[in-house]
């Protein structure tokens, strides 16, 4: 069983920044792809892929929503990924899940939470106007 320990997040005015850890046990094949989806409040309302890594390359990936904004990167020894959240809009407000799934089958814009392997207990991000 994947378990996760993440942190980061919180309350910043819009145009400000924030970075998320999280650190992943419980796996052991390279292939797969740590990173975060988010849900955003209200009704209707998708999950949404935001980033992931893949840990065997450390290649990057990005939902459009996000490009040149956020910023994900990882300490391999320790299965430890940081997403850092620069220029920060109120739409970007939501409860960011860290999540793992095999990278070919990683979900990068809408999407549904079956749509990842496993996910932590998600840390909430508010961004004020």
């Known amino acids: 069983e994947v378990q996760f320990v993440e942190s980061g997040g919180g309350l910043v005015q819009a145009g400000g920044s924030l970075r998320l850890s999280c650190a992943a046990s419980?796996?052991?094949?390279?292939?797969?792809?740590i990173g975060w989806f988010r849900q955003a409040p209200g009704p209707g309302k998708d999950p949404e892929g935001v980033?992931?890594?893949?840990?065997?390359?450390?290649?990057?990936y990005y939902a459009t929503s996000v490009k040149g904004r956020f910023t994900i990167s990882s300490e391999r020894a320790e299965n430890t990924v940081f997403l850092q959240m620069n220029s920060l809009r109120p739409e970007d407000t939501a409860v960011y899940y860290c999540a793992i799934q095999t990278i070919t089958e990683w979900v990068l814009g809408p999407a549904s939470r079956t749509d990842f392997g496993s996910w932590g207990q998600g840390t909430q991000v508010t961004v004020s106007s």
């Open positions: 419980g796996f052991d094949d390279d292939d797969y792809a």
């Open positions: 980033s992931c890594i893949r840990l065997s390359d450390g290649s990057t």
